[in-house]
């Protein structure tokens, strides 16, 4: 696809999303969905929460954009000892999904409403592992889904994982 003809596409993806009515004219939208304007505060919303380990750097735990949730790859820190769990991959595994769970409730979504996981490894040997605990947090229809193994995590950690929700 030609470098136009992306950006068009993702154009018309980007109405969609923000009810546009240009691109329901265009045919790309039910009518009457609400429409957001530029210089409406709504657009981008901060999702912040003690039940997730906090930001530590110039990011969000979450932002809420165009009814959607996008989750911070969340790593296995326990938001209230704020000490980094370095245990087995099940181990960490559970405490990312449960992170991201918190950022995805305080956003006013839940793991039901989830639609995409990337999820980074330091091992791709333990992908079985992971998918196990995995598949304990997210039921049919399951999110789609990337994993791939990295050169390195922040911290050293076995896992980090990011979601992307709609808003219930």
Do not use: W
Not at 17 to 32: H, R
Not at 92 to 101: A, D, E, F, P
Not at 105 to 132: I, P, W
Not at 140 to 149: E, I, K, S, T
């Amino acid at each position: 696809m030609k470098r136009r003809e992306a950006l068009l596409a993702l154009g018309s993806l980007a109405g969609f999303a923000s009810g546009s009515v240009a691109a329901a004219a265009a045919g790309s939208l039910t009518p009457g969905l609400r429409s957001q304007q530029k210089g409406d505060t709504t657009m981008k919303q901060e999702v912040k929460t003690e039940k997730a380990p906090k930001s530590i750097g110039p990011y969000s735990q979450g932002i809420i954009a165009n009814e959607f949730v996008f989750a911070s790859g969340q790593i296995p820190l326990d938001p209230a000892t704020g000490e980094l769990n370095t245990g087995t991959i099940e181990e960490q595994t559970r405490l990312v999904l449960k992170n991201i769970g918190a950022v995805l409730e305080a956003a006013g979504s839940s793991y039901d409403h989830v639609v995409k996981c990337t999820v980074f490894l330091q091992d791709m040997n333990e992908f079985s592992r992971m998918n196990q605990v995995y598949a304990e947090f997210f039921k049919p229809p399951f999110p789609a889904r990337a994993a791939v193994q990295v050169a390195r995590l922040p911290r050293d950690v076995k896992v980090e994982i990011e979601a992307i929700a709609i808003l219930k």
